[in-house]
């Protein structure tokens, strides 16, 4: 058993981990917040942004909410955290207004099906496809179900009342047929 005290690290939003009303019993893997974390590539696709532009610079998950803030003129920050993220809201003020539609693609080429990526369950091949849905994603397919409503007569919650999905391709489906509902 180890022995040794339980160290809390104080975090850059005030909070302390783990919590101080926490009945943890393990010891705290050493953290101290002063160094980057995973790295998240980053895609913005908007015809607000300039074609073909890449940028090198230090965004964090909360660059989002931190852009988002500043894009809307929401009352912010957050916390802490949010404060100190980079914002990439600079990029949507670059031209003095969006690029035709003739300056972007109708349609974006899909990957090749040649070679799919087959997921293993227990050791037995499993197409992503037949992959229940977890939560996060049911709750995505439900999100946009809504938002498709406001602007069809809603086809999305017929089909959502009809049978919710329950595989990832089925919610792929359900989605698919949205954009076409909605003309896209």
Not at 35 to 48: D, K
Not at 105 to 120: E, F, G, M, T, W
């Amino acid at each position: 058993m180890n022995t040794s005290p339980l160290v809390r690290h104080q975090s850059p939003d005030g909070q302390n981990s783990p919590n101080a009303d926490d009945k943890a019993n393990f010891q705290v893997p050493p953290f101290t917040f002063d160094r980057l974390g995973l790295r998240v590539p980053t895609l913005i696709v908007s015809p607000w942004v300039p074609e073909g532009a890449v940028l090198n610079r230090n965004l964090q998950h909360t660059s989002v909410i931190k852009t988002a803030i500043e894009l809307f003129g929401l009352d912010g920050p957050l916390n802490h955290r949010d404060a100190s993220a980079a914002s990439f809201a600079d990029l949507f003020t670059q031209q003095p207004s969006p690029r035709a539609p003739n300056q972007m693609p109708n349609k974006l080429k899909r990957p090749s099906l040649d070679q799919p990526i087959v997921s293993l369950v227990a050791g037995i091949p499993v197409d992503p496809a037949d992959e229940p849905l977890d939560t996060l994603t049911e709750e995505w397919v439900n999100g946009f179900a809504a938002i498709a409503d406001r602007r069809t007569a809603s086809f999305a919650r017929s089909a959502l009342a009809v049978r919710q999905p329950r595989t990832q391709g089925e919610a792929a489906d359900l989605i698919e047929n949205c954009l076409k509902s909605l003309g896209l």
